[in-house]
């Protein structure tokens, strides 16, 4: 186990609301995926994850507001959270539809900041 694998499932553990997190590529390669059961779903899910962050990349700029840093889907069962950590890389979280939203920001904070020392 790699200690960047090692740091997320650590931090995975430690809050509850935190169902699973990814460490990817922007453009959807898996570095480190903890979300699905096999390798296909863990690079399917990748890639739909970097399809969502190229849409709201595009829709930012056609907006003029800047780069995205941060995409929320609130969902019936719970939410997908993705933080841009590097030009490169992103930190996907999956947490519970009751989790505090602040709490699991401060979470995504830390773990982003960490993710970005060890993925230099």
């Known amino acids: 186990m790699s200690n960047v694998e090692r740091y997320i499932d650590e931090a995975v553990s ?8 990814a460490v990817m590529t922007a453009d959807g390669l898996p570095l480190i995926v903890l979300m699905g059961k096999s390798e296909i779903e863990k690079l399917e899910l990748a ?3 970097a399809s969502l962050g190229a849409l ?4 930012a700029t056609r ?10 889907l609130r969902c019936g069962r719970g939410h997908l959270i993705v933080r841009r ?3 490169a890389n992103v ?5 519970d539809r009751n989790a505090p939203l602040g709490a699991i920001t401060l979470i995504i904070d830390s773990m982003s900041k960490g ?4 993925l230099k």
């Not at 907006?63 to 929320?72: P, R």
């Open 47 to 49: 890639a739909a994850i």
């Open 85 to 87: 950590i590097s030009e």
């Open 63 to 72: 907006l003029k507001i800047g780069k995205y840093h941060d995409l929320m």
């Open 14 to 21: 430690r809050e509850p609301a935190i169902y699973s997190a």
């Open 91 to 95: 930190l996907a979280i999956l947490a």
């Open 115 to 118: 993710l970005k020392r060890m």
């Open 56 to 59: 709201s990349e595009q829709t």
